[in-house]
């Protein structure tokens, strides 16, 4: 998601809680999906 200088605070923060709803529904999926395992301390997406 792209800041730019004419954004007010209260836009930064929408977009950064925009930008957490999508990293959460990917993560989400991805882990119905059974794309991701987690490997002695690593953890592995596969796309």
Do not use: P, W, Y
């Amino acid at each position: 998601m792209r800041i730019t200088h004419s954004d007010s605070a209260e836009d930064m923060v929408r977009k950064g809680k925009d930008c957490e709803k999508a990293a959460l529904a990917n993560g989400v999926r991805h882990h119905l999906e059974e794309r991701v395992i987690i490997h002695q301390n690593k953890t592995v997406v596969f796309s």
